[in-house]
């Protein structure tokens, strides 16, 4: 994310060339790593794909049977934040392959917009992930 960040400040700057955003992207671990393991990430793709799988196919799930369901609202929750991280993973390539054809402000302030949107849900689904659950994984799962 700070990678992103910085580029699109030089960038604005008139520092460095819009291309420059496009390479970035399509270069970054979470870009890469998604096409070649098919998840959403971040920038340690393998490590929060594996995280990723066992929530979905262990921890959840032991979860919601052992509370009765109590927390089954917060797990569908962090499911749906897993897709809105992958399509904006996908728009944000997008925005700066646009950008890199067409170096236009429109072009910078949509990919600008969409990088700032990826880096506030991300922080905020870790942020909720680690609240919500926190307790509930030591309570039911013991150590992990």
């Not at 420059?20 to 998604?34: G, I, R, T, Y």
């Not at 962090?78 to 809105?84: G, I, N, R, T």
């Not at 944000?92 to 917009?113: K, M, T, Y």
């Amino acid at each position: 994310m700070g990678q992103v960040g910085a580029i699109l400040a030089r960038i604005e700057a008139q520092d460095a060339p819009p291309e420059h955003l496009k390479q970035l992207v399509l270069s970054l671990d979470m870009a890469e790593n998604f096409r070649a393991f098919g998840s959403i990430c971040g920038r340690e793709c393998q490590v929060l794909k594996f995280h990723h799988d066992i929530e979905s196919a262990d921890m959840f799930p032991r979860i919601e049977a052992a509370s009765a369901g109590k927390f089954r609202e917060i797990v569908a929750k962090l499911k749906a934040e897993h897709e809105v991280v992958h399509e904006l993973i996908i728009r944000l390539s997008r925005a700066a392959d646009a950008l890199a054809e067409v170096p236009s402000e429109a072009h910078f302030i949509q990919a600008g917009n969409t990088f700032r949107k990826l880096e506030e849900i991300v922080r905020s689904h870790f942020g909720y992930e680690e609240t919500e659950l926190e307790e509930a994984i030591g309570y039911y799962l013991g150590s992990i």
